[in-house]
């Protein structure tokens, strides 16, 4: 058997080593949980060594802050994660697949020709399929950062642009006695955001120049807010016309909490 590299079938679409498989992962992230469903599709000796114990669905958990990291596994494609907030600071990040559960042999069935001359030795521990790497914060978490401002009086807020880093996020300054709240309050979390997206119509046209549909390369976390808004088919800061509302295009990603409080007179 040989050794040394190993076939990989990636979720972009440009594995060259499975030319007739196909996957794709679905995330839903609630608070310090995940869920992950994958799909595979035109890769019968893949689906094989699944039922045989060999291969079996993992999502990694990564945060770079905190040096974190671990692997969570699953027999279905539906994985489960969770996280506490010890383990984590700052952004983190899931990569989903299927890792092998002990060594074996893989023979060249569905590969491309360069695979076909003998069986691939494939060690434990091993990633044959590899899912892109996906953001679990929240958009308020990744994109606003709370600071104090002894310079406010208590309720206020300011919010203010910051592109350091490489990356477009917005600094919300508050009164120092409100700081915890904020981190902890989503509804106050969200009012910021309100304010942040106001702000996206006023970034300098030098931004955009050269990205697809205006939104600009440089900010990776802009681009995403524009193309999940195009998702929702909701007007986006560069559509024509002032179809733009910062309150329905921020509240349709981040939600207001809300209660239903029941009328006094009701029994």
């Known amino acids: 058997m040989t050794t040394g590299a190993i076939p990989l079938l990636h979720e972009d679409g440009q594995s060259l080593d499975w030319p007739s498989a196909r996957y794709t992962v679905k995330v839903i992230v609630t608070d310090r949980s995940a869920e992950v469903e994958s799909v595979l599709e035109g890769a019968p000796q893949l689906e094989t060594l699944i039922a045989a114990g060999h291969l ?78 996906r953001s679990v914060n929240s958009l308020a978490a990744s994109l606003l950062k709370f600071y104090p401002d002894v310079s406010l009086e208590t309720g206020e807020m300011r919010v203010v642009r910051d592109t350091g880093g490489g990356d477009l996020h917005f600094n919300v300054y508050v009164a120092a006695e409100m700081l915890e709240t904020c981190l902890r309050e989503r509804n106050v979390q969200v009012a910021a955001l309100i304010a942040a997206f106001a702000q996206f119509p006023q970034i300098d046209k030098q931004d955009a120049e050269g990205a697809d549909d205006g939104a600009s390369p440089q900010y990776p976390r802009m681009q995403r807010i524009f193309d999940r808004l195009r998702e929702l088919e909701i007007p986006t800061w560069l559509d024509d016309g002032d179809e733009f509302d910062p309150a329905r295009a921020a509240t349709a990603m981040e939600r207001f909490d809300s209660q239903i409080v029941a009328d006094e007179d009701d029994d």
Do not use: H, M, N
Not at 95 to 113: D, R, V
């Open 56 to 133: 079996q669905w993992a999502v990694e958990l990564r945060c770079p802050k905190t040096l974190y990291s671990s692997v969570t596994y699953s027999d279905s494609a539906i994985c489960k994660i969770q996280w506490s907030p010890d383990q984590v600071d700052g952004d983190v990040y899931i990569l989903p697949g299927l890792i092998s559960t002990g060594p074996f042999s893989l023979s060249g069935e569905g590969l491309s020709q360069v695979w076909k001359e003998q069986p691939v030795d494939v060690p434990i521990g091993s990633w044959l399929v590899r899912g892109d790497v």
